[in-house]
């Protein structure tokens, strides 16, 4: 496995990963070139500060999505055994 390191351990790396995460990158062939092509870009790096209330939202935010998907999974299978018992 080949991982990604910060160039400064300063930098927050929630906030680091998300911003990996959506950099659009379409690879024009079948080789493995990723690691390569991803430690040549270069992205915005705010302050420490900044990348730390951004890494912390978006922290909040998956927190909150993930409450949310496991409220909606519970409703899924209460819905789901309502139309069992309808259909005795």
Not at 25 to 34: A, D, G, I, L, M
Request: aromatic share 14%; net charge positive; charged share 25%.
């Amino acid at each position: 496995m080949k991982l990604l390191s910060l160039n400064d351990n300063s930098d927050n790396s929630y906030f680091m990963f998300n911003t990996l995460k959506n950099i659009k990158y379409v690879p024009q062939s079948h080789e493995r070139h990723w690691i390569s092509k991803f430690s040549s870009f270069e992205i915005y790096r705010p302050s420490q500060e900044e990348q730390q209330k951004i890494g912390s939202f978006f922290k909040q935010l998956d927190a909150s999505i993930a409450l949310h998907q496991h409220k909606l999974d519970l409703l899924k299978e209460q819905k789901k055994g309502f139309l069992q018992k309808m259909f005795l």
